[in-house]
């Protein structure tokens, strides 16, 4: 069992920045892979970013947010952090914090997690 709890969500102006944090607690020694989804009002979960908790430290992103989104890791304190910059209307959805439980780690798959957040919103206008 692994809770995830995500933060830092908000309301900013295009061009903006924000900068999301996911806490992991429970049994995390499972973790092989954390990773952020986003979903907006009638469309689908897709994802965003992602990074390897063992095996190196490999990040895989969107192509829509490649360039401007940053995925990091904290394995001490269980935590992943997306780092999002230049921030545009279309980025507006929640934000969702997902971790994998399998070693094989499909990292740009929904089907690849197994924990997930309550989410985040993130609204840039404008």
């Known amino acids: 069992q692994v809770q995830l709890v995500e933060s830092g969500g908000g309301l900013v102006q295009a061009g903006d920045s924000l900068r999301l944090s996911c806490a992991a607690s429970g049994r995390t020694f499972s973790t092989y892979g954390m990773g952020w989804f986003r979903q907006a009002p009638g469309k689908e979960r897709e994802f965003v970013a992602a990074?390897?908790?063992?095996?190196?430290?490999?990040?895989y992103y969107a192509d829509s947010v490649k360039g401007r989104f940053t995925i990091s890791r904290d394995n001490a304190n269980n935590r992943v952090s997306l780092q999002m910059n230049s921030l545009k209307p279309e980025d507006t959805a929640i934000y969702y914090c997902a971790a994998s439980t399998s070693p094989v780690y499909t990292a740009t798959s929904r089907a690849g997690y197994t924990f997930w957040g309550q989410g985040t919103q993130v609204t840039v206008s404008s």
């Open positions: 990074i390897r908790w063992i095996s190196g430290r490999s990040t």
